[in-house]
């Protein structure tokens, strides 16, 4: 069955830190990749996806994720945090085997402080 | 370009009652997705329709969920009787295409008591 674990519920990292959100994936198919944030009382806002071709992928925002499929994995990371990327972070994965429906991970709560 | 609206953005029923979201994609899109994420989880698919016509329903609790999408514009998810188990943000999201990316309104925050 296809899943996606984020292993960290919360993250907590002060403002000008370096980020990296974990993502790790099973899936019985060639996977396409998605991060999304979603900011109280908002729908989630595509941040990155991956489809095929090059592995690290760039985002909006500054963020950056790179997939590694020995591991299974497509973690999001971001050099220098702002605190207003203080929000919940969900990593999803689909496949056109499966018709590119999307299952999501159970998300990671980032805290800023400064 | 105006984003997916839904409405209402907040309802509290009590259980054994009836509900109805309402949903309108990105003019132009043909695919539609009615998602529930409760508290602590990531969004999972309910629906998907492509045009009027339901591509996915599996994980949809058909006894008491039902969604339409009339003329393949806009579309209702509706509850028959609400369960406790119910509360939940139900998402609305539509895409140019089937497969393309996904784009969400605000959310419809449910609570049953």
């Known amino acids: 069955a296809q899943s996606v674990t984020q292993p960290d519920i919360h993250i907590t990292v002060s403002e000008g830190a370096s980020l990296e959100l974990r993502c790790n994936y099973s899936?019985?198919?060639?996977?396409?990749l998605f991060w999304y944030v979603q900011s109280p009382g908002q729908g989630l806002q595509l941040l990155l996806k991956?489809?095929?071709?090059?592995?690290l992928v760039q985002g909006i925002k500054g963020f950056e994720a790179e997939f590694k499929r020995s591991q299974s994995s497509f973690n999001l990371r971001k050099p220098s945090v702002h605190w207003s990327d203080a929000a919940e972070y969900f990593c999803a994965v689909g496949a056109r085997e499966y018709g590119n429906k999307l299952v999501f991970g159970a998300g990671t709560i980032l805290r800023v402080k400064s | 370009e105006a984003g997916v609206a839904q409405s209402p953005r907040y309802k509290i029923i009590e259980k054994r009652q009836s509900v109805a979201f309402w949903c309108n994609p990105i003019s132009g899109h043909a695919t539609l997705y009615w998602y529930q994420q409760i508290l602590g989880q990531g969004p999972k698919l309910l629906i998907q329709?492509?045009?009027?016509?339901?591509?996915?329903d599996s994980q949809l609790p058909k006894d008491r969920f039902s969604a339409e999408r009339l003329k393949g514009v806009d579309s209702t998810l509706k509850i028959q009787p609400a369960k406790l188990e119910d509360s939940a943000v139900y998402l609305c999201?539509?895409?140019?295409?089937?497969?393309?990316?996904?784009?969400f309104g605000p959310g419809t925050r449910l609570t049953v008591l």
């Open positions: 999201a539509s895409s140019l295409d089937f497969g393309g990316e996904q784009f």
């Open positions: 899936y019985g198919a060639t996977p396409y």
């Open positions: 991956y489809f095929s071709g090059d592995t």
């Open positions: 329709f492509q045009n009027n016509g339901v591509v996915d």
